[in-house]
């Protein structure tokens, strides 16, 4: 295989990065700055003790997404390096593209947009979205057409956070529909329009090894450690957000025990998958979102943990190989089993808990922080008092619908995206491998001109 001579699209990324960070200093040197400090000293009080409250819990989603989630993806054992490193950088990308769509959109008065701890925070939840999605086409796509993904989800996310949260009124404060929903259908919706119909083959680099799946399992420990943060980091400091610690942290116990329990009823010699066990053990912190701070018995919370996990365990098992099927679908990391159908589930028990609680009890639920700023309790405006639990049951599958439906159909348009021309995606046979995107040690010291499968790799790098 030739390489093609050194065109400009050989530097597309390093321009496409360079040329955002350099708008991206320009935009902060003109717009941003941060809030004022408070001259009263009640006023400055209250900031040191919101500070002293979120930092600590900010710290544990960081932890979370560029520690946790990174070990989480590195179950192909070629692409761990690209698979870290990507997302670092989506992570960094898509927080510093949301931080500019947020403060324009709601942070801007007065020609300046003022920048706090709260409003990276929420960025960082946009962020979130992307890392989840690109699971779906992770080793299959190249850098560029991964920041093409982030530069689209992150604005079609903020719109329909807003449409889901303050329009409707859902109570969502983990992220079960607005982050996890969304972003699982989006990145399907991705992958199908990527991949077309035809049927991805089995790729001999997709294996695991008890190495990876180690690396991989250390990930999912981190994420199940620090989970609660990520649930109750939003909610009003006090009994919301210690329920929700309590609920989330007895939804992930259920389903870890209960993935144990479900992978090994459905191997044949009793064994525990790996694969189960490094997502099953994650589904209940997916599920418990919508419900976490809600006034729900404890039960209902293990419950909900083991539901998740089961139907999470089900899902690699039974619905992956039958979407692939039937539909062609293709979903590397099995997303939809991780974030879709647990959040479903979690969507659903919301509905259910809103309809079985009193209404005094129901009325103390609305203490939720929306993720756009401002409190729940304003966007909803007392609808619970004034329309009654069975519409905000309704609302609440009016949310479930709109992420769905809405994801669905913007990540089929990003993905068709990603078929330009000059959006190289690796071949086939150079897929997950990360001497396609690094200068691997071993490799660079090797003698000789190289293999036929090194030389390809070089002439792909003149196109990505």
């Given at each position: ?62 932890v979370?997404l ?12 070629l ?5 870290i490193?990507?997302?670092f ?8 593209w ?5 403060g ?26 992307v ?13 560029c ?24 009124g859902?109570l969502?404060?983990?992220?079960t ?24 083959p ?15 399992l250390v ?12 649930v ?35 191997e ?11 997502n099953g ?8 979102g ?5 006034a ?10 083991s ?17 692939a ?17 647990p959040?479903?589930?979690?969507a ?6 809103i ?12 203490s939720q ?6 409190n ?8 619970w008092?004034d329309?009654g639990?069975?519409?905000?049951a ?15 159909l ?6 068709a995206?990603l ?5 190289a ?7 997950f ?17 190289g ?14």
């Open positions: 295989m030739a390489a093609p001579p050194p065109t400009r699209p050989r530097r597309l990324l390093p321009l496409s990065l360079g040329l955002f960070q350099g708008a991206l200093l320009l935009f902060f040197t003109i717009f941003v700055t941060y809030d004022e400090p408070s001259a009263r000293a009640e006023d400055a009080n209250l900031v040191a003790n919101q500070l002293y409250g979120i930092f600590p819990l900010f710290q544990d989603i960081q979370m560029v520690v946790g989630l990174g070990l989480l993806l590195t179950f192909l054992p692409y761990g390096l690209s698979a490193a990507h997302n950088l989506l992570l960094n990308f898509s927080t510093q949301a931080l500019v769509l947020q324009l959109l709601h942070h801007f008065h007065h020609g300046q947009v003022h920048l706090d701890l709260h409003n990276l925070l929420t960025a960082e939840f946009a962020a979130v979205t890392l989840i999605s690109v699971g779906a086409v992770l080793g299959r796509t190249s850098p057409q991964l920041l093409v993904v982030a530069t689209c989800e992150v604005p079609i996310y903020l719109a329909s956070e807003w449409a889901i949260v303050t329009h409707l859902v969502d404060v983990g992220g529909i607005t982050i996890h929903v969304f972003s699982c259908y989006f990145g399907l919706g991705v992958s199908k329009a990527l991949f077309g119909a035809a049927r991805q089995v790729h001999p680099k997709e294996t695991p090894t008890p190495r990876s799946d180690l690396l991989s990930g999912t420990l981190i994420l199940w450690v620090f989970w609660p943060s990520f109750a980091v939003l909610c009003q400091p006090g009994d919301a957000q210690h329920r929700a610690i309590l609920n989330t942290l007895l939804a992930m116990s259920a389903s870890a025990v209960t993935t144990v329990v479900a992978s090994s009823l459905l044949r010699d009793g064994k525990l998958s790996p694969g189960h066990l490094q053990s994650l589904a209940g912190g997916v599920a418990i919508a419900v976490a701070d809600m729900v018995p404890p039960v209902a919370a293990l419950a909900l943990g539901l998740s996990a089961v139907a999470c365990v089900l899902g690699f098992r039974f619905l992956t190989p039958l979407l099927r039937k539909l062609a679908l293709q979903d590397q990391c099995g997303i939809h089993n991780l974030h879709g159908l959040g479903i589930l979690g659903a028990a919301s509905a259910v808990a309809l079985v609680a009193s209404e005094d009890t129901s009325r103390s639920r609305f922080v929306s993720p756009v700023g401002g729940a309790s304003e966007a909803v405006g007392g609808r008092g329309h639990a069975g519409r905000q309704l609302c609440q599958a009016t949310g479930l619908a709109v992420a769905i439906g809405g994801s669905l913007a990540g089929l348009l990003a993905g995206a078929r330009l021309p000059c959006l995606r690796p071949p086939e046979q150079l897929c491998d990360d001497s396609l995107y690094f200068n691997i040690q071993d490799q660079a010291e090797s003698p000789g001109p293999s036929t499968a090194e030389e390809e790799a070089l002439a792909l790098k003149e196109r990505v």
